[in-house]
């Protein structure tokens, strides 16, 4: 701990972000790093505690508290604050496979159980690994690493997002030959197509992409298994395989007026875009665009913030989000006590951009949609809707009632359903022919072994959809019981 009262002696500083009302002409990332002295700043706010929270990576009253892939936190951060910063990415990398990505879009429970949030704002721990993963590209200290032995067996992985990608680069380094198949026509999953390039640019990802290429990882996109090569074959080639195709079955709104043109799944809105975006810089016209019309997103989660700052930089004429529960207290409430992840009102980049574009936040709270109600051709023209209250019943259980006299009719030219996800998608798993359990892959965590010998599954096929940060956790972890299946014993983490 090199500055002992740093955490009295300076307050919380974080990322710069563009104007928001400036970003919405572009869709490069909305922050910027801070400079390098502002983050010696906030690394001499770590206290070195006795016993650090920020790592411990425990799901408490079911959220994440901590981080799961056990960063050493209080280490590169008193480094940060020496300036010793290539020491810091030494610890760094220790853990974590994937900084640049954790770094940007991960929703920071290190932060959540930092020992200083106790009484005041936490250590600006994320913008603090960003900088160091950034600052290791920008000066030449990331390098390929080539594994000097390989050992002969080979690994097919199955999915590219950042449980795929974590597990192969595990896998790599031992020394096996690790083969990534991706469905998509580019690698990354949800981190290329599923993530706006305004919270992740795709250079990010596709920089990372290629170095993995150069340290001997294998990636084979357009291809589907079952379709374009069979489970079967993909066991007779390889020793063994690991399913991290994601959790991308999207939970569908059943209500009237549901078929309607205009009513999009979110997560299609989103990839189109991308997709588009970086085919052609939209001069293709594959994506939905919502110009001049009235946008409403049904679903108060963060797929649903993506779509509100994606129909703002499309220039929509009014975007509202629909929610079904209350807004969040300003303060932690006394059934949310630290160490928990805090479920506080926050104002996420989407909101800024809406409130400076509009003049309000978009979101409306404990509101259900009733009907979606078309025009003459079959398109969407309006939702009607309720407001909703929350209550506990003699039982304890929440339940949600309609309020009478609150009815209303939105104008509305495009719908997006950002609701949830149901679980993985089905017929690769059918094809492969792994027992499924509540929708999800069957494979204990720890071991992440299915009922199929060789196959392995790990990520939110296996757990449902998670943080990215989950997913390299698990991605790491299957690379070490598949290094120990293949050759008797490990020396994965």
């Given at each position: 701990?090199?500055?002992?009262?740093?955490?009295?002696?300076?307050?919380?500083?974080?990322?710069?972000?563009?104007?928001?009302?400036?970003?919405?002409?572009?869709?490069?990332?909305?922050?910027?790093?801070?400079?390098?002295?502002?983050?010696?700043?906030?690394?001499?706010?770590?206290?070195?505690?006795?016993?650090?929270?920020?790592?411990?990576?425990?799901?408490?009253?079911?959220?994440?508290?901590?981080?799961p892939i056990h960063n050493l936190i209080p280490e590169w951060n008193d480094l940060v604050y020496k300036g010793r910063w290539k020491e810091a990415l030494e610890r760094l990398l220790m853990t974590n496979n994937f900084p640049e990505f954790t770094g940007?879009?991960?929703?920071?429970?290190?932060?959540?159980?930092?020992?200083?949030?106790?009484?005041?704002?936490?250590?600006?721990?994320?913008?603090?690994?960003?900088?160091?993963?950034?600052?290791?590209?920008?000066?030449?200290?990331?390098?390929?690493?080539?594994?000097?032995?390989?050992?002969?067996?080979?690994?097919?992985?199955?999915?590219?997002?950042?449980?795929?990608?974590?597990?192969?680069?595990?896998?790599?380094?031992?020394?096996?030959?690790?083969?990534?198949?991706?469905?998509?026509?580019?690698?990354?999953?949800?981190?290329?197509?599923?993530?706006?390039?305004?919270?992740?640019?795709?250079?990010?990802?596709?920089?990372?992409?290629?170095?993995?290429?150069?340290?001997?990882?294998?990636?084979?996109?357009?291809?589907?298994?079952?379709?374009?090569?069979?489970?079967?074959?993909?066991?007779?080639?390889?020793?063994?395989?690991?399913?991290?195709?994601?959790?991308?079955?999207?939970?569908?709104?059943?209500?009237?007026?549901?078929?309607?043109?205009?009513?999009?799944?979110?997560?299609?809105?989103?990839?189109?875009?991308?997709?588009?975006?970086?085919?052609?810089?939209?001069?293709?016209?594959?994506?939905?665009?919502?110009?001049?019309?009235?946008?409403?997103?049904?679903?108060?989660?963060?797929?649903?913030?993506?779509?509100?700052?994606?129909?703002?930089?499309?220039?929509?004429?009014?975007?509202?989000?629909?929610?079904?529960?209350?807004?969040?207290?300003?303060?932690?409430?006394?059934?949310?006590?630290?160490?928990?992840?805090?479920?506080?009102?926050?104002?996420?980049?989407?909101?800024?951009?809406?409130?400076?574009?509009?003049?309000?936040?978009?979101?409306?709270?404990?509101?259900?949609?009733?009907?979606?109600?078309?025009?003459?051709?079959?398109?969407?023209?309006?939702?009607?809707?309720?407001?909703?209250?929350?209550?506990?019943?003699?039982?304890?259980?929440?339940?949600?009632?309609?309020?009478?006299?609150?009815?209303?009719?939105?104008?509305?030219?495009?719908?997006?359903?950002?609701?949830?996800?149901?679980?993985?998608?089905?017929?690769?798993?059918?094809?492969?022919?792994?027992?499924?359990?509540?929708?999800?892959v069957k494979a204990p965590y720890g071991k992440y072994t299915t009922n199929l010998d060789g196959v392995f599954a790990a990520g939110d096929v296996r757990r449902g959809q998670s943080l990215i940060v989950w997913a390299i956790h698990e991605g790491r972890?299957?690379?070490?019981?598949?290094?120990?299946?293949?050759?008797?014993?490990?020396?994965?983490?």
């Amino acid at each position: 701990m090199g500055k002992v009262t740093g955490f009295m002696e300076y307050v919380r500083e974080e990322e710069v972000k563009r104007d928001p009302l400036s970003r919405l002409d572009h869709w490069k990332e909305y922050s910027q790093r801070m400079s390098n002295e502002v983050l010696q700043r906030q690394g001499a706010r770590c206290m070195d505690c006795g016993t650090p929270f920020c790592h411990m990576g425990y799901e408490l009253n079911g959220l994440t508290s901590g981080c799961p892939i056990h960063n050493l936190i209080p280490e590169w951060n008193d480094l940060v604050y020496k300036g010793r910063w290539k020491e810091a990415l030494e610890r760094l990398l220790m853990t974590n496979n994937f900084p640049e990505f954790t770094g940007r879009v991960c929703p920071a429970p290190c932060e959540g159980s930092c020992t200083v949030a106790i009484s005041d704002p936490a250590v600006a721990i994320k913008g603090i690994e960003r900088a160091i993963i950034d600052k290791g590209f920008e000066e030449g200290w990331i390098k390929p690493r080539i594994p000097k032995v390989r050992t002969g067996k080979k690994i097919a992985i199955v999915g590219s997002g950042p449980a795929g990608l974590a597990c192969a680069d595990q896998l790599n380094q031992a020394g096996h030959t690790v083969t990534v198949y991706e469905r998509a026509d580019r690698v990354g999953g949800l981190l290329m197509y599923g993530i706006p390039n305004m919270k992740l640019e795709k250079s990010i990802v596709e920089r990372r992409v290629k170095l993995l290429e150069e340290e001997g990882i294998q990636f084979v996109t357009n291809t589907e298994i079952g379709k374009d090569v069979s489970a079967s074959e993909l066991r007779d080639q390889y020793d063994a395989v690991v399913l991290c195709t994601g959790a991308q079955k999207q939970r569908d709104l059943i209500i009237e007026g549901r078929e309607l043109k205009g009513v999009h799944f979110a997560m299609d809105y989103l990839t189109n875009t991308t997709k588009s975006l970086l085919d052609s810089n939209f001069e293709d016209g594959q994506c939905i665009n919502v110009e001049g019309k009235n946008v409403i997103v049904i679903g108060g989660g963060d797929t649903g913030a993506d779509c509100v700052a994606t129909a703002l930089r499309q220039k929509c004429k009014s975007v509202v989000q629909f929610g079904k529960h209350p807004q969040l207290p300003k303060e932690r409430t006394s059934d949310n006590p630290w160490p928990q992840f805090p479920l506080v009102f926050t104002l996420d980049y989407a909101y800024e951009e809406a409130e400076a574009k509009f003049g309000r936040d978009p979101r409306e709270y404990c509101i259900q949609t009733k009907k979606i109600v078309g025009d003459e051709q079959g398109r969407v023209k309006e939702l009607h809707t309720i407001q909703m209250e929350k209550t506990v019943d003699e039982n304890g259980k929440v339940v949600f009632r309609e309020i009478p006299g609150t009815e209303k009719v939105w104008p509305c030219d495009h719908v997006f359903i950002a609701i949830g996800f149901e679980g993985p998608e089905h017929p690769v798993l059918q094809e492969f022919g792994v027992e499924i359990e509540n929708r999800k892959v069957k494979a204990p965590y720890g071991k992440y072994t299915t009922n199929l010998d060789g196959v392995f599954a790990a990520g939110d096929v296996r757990r449902g959809q998670s943080l990215i940060v989950w997913a390299i956790h698990e991605g790491r972890e299957a690379a070490r019981e598949v290094d120990r299946f293949l050759m008797g014993t490990t020396t994965l983490p």
